[in-house]
């Protein structure tokens, strides 16, 4: 079965420290990998999407890494702020199935 | 500038009662598709379509119905709702398919209560 698992479910850092979010998933033959970021009340926004051929993708203080062999990927968050607080989900879309598979996201808060 | 949007917001039914939830989008997005957000289940698709007049169904496709008149519209049917169908749905739609590399946009949700 292709599941995503996010651990820790809630994670709470001060603000200015550098963060690691951890997304791992059961099968490595995939077509990509989206992190996704849901404030409370709203629908997803889009982060970072990385191809399988990526192993990484930036958007100013983001990071995403993508190792398909063992089936991880991490956002690397820089300098985070009170206004990083937020749900973050990774959504992988596995090539078996051709399906988009959603995990539960990581709970951030950052504390001023 | 408004991408994705979702009409109502809120919504009470009662058991055996039926609506319609209506997304649109401003993008020419060729795909669009419905979830739903349940806590401990993450988000699971409901149906989805790949171009106007076409629909298909996901993961979780009982209960529902939708239709695709319009290239900027989805609608999400529930016929006789059920107290399993209390969820937040979201509308999302993309421009290519989920296997390219183009990021899906959502709306901010419906809130549904069937009572």
């Known amino acids: 079965k292709q599941e995503v698992t996010q651990i820790p479910a809630a994670l709470s850092v001060p603000e200015g420290e550098n963060l690691v979010l951890n997304c791992s998933f059961t099968d490595s033959a995939i077509y990509n990998l989206q992190w996704f970021r849901q404030d409370p009340g709203k629908g997803l926004t889009s982060l970072l999407l990385?191809?399988?051929?990526?192993r990484e993708q930036t958007s100013g203080r983001l990071n995403a890494s993508l190792d398909k062999s063992s089936g991880r990927s991490t956002l690397y968050i820089a300098a985070s702020q009170p206004g990083d607080s937020a749900t973050y989900l990774c959504?992988?879309?596995?090539?078996?199935?051709?399906?988009?598979?959603f995990g539960q996201g990581t709970r951030l808060t950052i504390n001023p | 500038n408004a991408g994705v949007t979702q009409t109502p917001k809120f919504r009470v039914l009662k058991t055996g009662q039926s609506m319609t939830l209506l997304c649109a989008q401003d993008?020419?997005?060729?795909?669009m598709y419905w979830y739903r957000q349940d806590p401990g289940m993450g988000l699971r698709l409901i149906h989805y379509s790949v171009g106007e007049g076409t629909t298909a169904k996901g993961e979780v496709p009982d209960g529902y119905n939708v239709s695709r008149l319009k290239k900027q519209n989805f609608l999400l049917g529930l016929e006789s709702a059920a107290p399993s169908q209390t969820s937040v749905y979201f509308c999302?739609?993309?421009?290519?398919?989920?296997?390219?590399?183009?990021?899906?946009?959502f709306g901010d949700g419906t809130r549904l209560s069937i009572l």
């Open positions: 999302a739609s993309s421009y290519g398919s989920l296997g390219g590399n183009q990021p899906q946009h």
């Open positions: 959504a992988v879309f596995f090539q078996g199935a051709q399906k988009l598979v």
């Open positions: 990385i191809q399988s051929s990526q």
């Open positions: 993008m020419n997005h060729e795909y």
